[in-house]
């Protein structure tokens, strides 16, 4: 089984996290069934961003994203080459590394 090792994220894994997956999930589903709370406000519908994250290994061995995918891409915040929507993102056979941005367009915390 493919794993999905998640980068440290403030307040959805300060620590990190490491993932057994299937093969043709979602990096979203397998997030949400894994205990880490991506938001996903058009519930997993690719009609928003705010499940954005960027794949910083194996993003080849995901599907390609398709044209809609990449227009609302262009909404998202801190948008990069390897950035994909994770409601849309396929697992497949290869090992992911994500990070799931600081904020979305849904939601911008300030630091105090």
């Known amino acids: 089984m493919p794993k999905i090792t998640v980068l440290p994220h403030a307040e959805l894994a300060p620590e990190g996290a490491e993932l057994e997956v299937r093969a043709g999930t979602t990096i979203c ?3 949400l069934a ?6 996903h406000a058009c519930d997993m519908s690719a009609a928003c961003t705010t499940c954005h994250c960027i794949v910083r290994k194996g993003f080849d061995s995901l599907n390609e ?3 809609s995918e990449d227009d ?6 801190g948008l990069e ?5 994770s409601c849309q993102a396929v697992v497949a056979e290869e090992d992911l590394t994500v990070a799931i941005p600081k904020y979305t367009v849904n939601h911008a915390k300030e630091e105090h």
Do not use: K
């Open 65 to 67: 994203a398709n044209e």
């Open 29 to 31: 589903a397998a997030l």
């Open 81 to 85: 080459a390897q950035s994909r929507l």
């Open 72 to 77: 609302l891409l262009d909404r998202a915040w």
């Open 34 to 39: 894994n205990g880490i709370e991506i938001e």
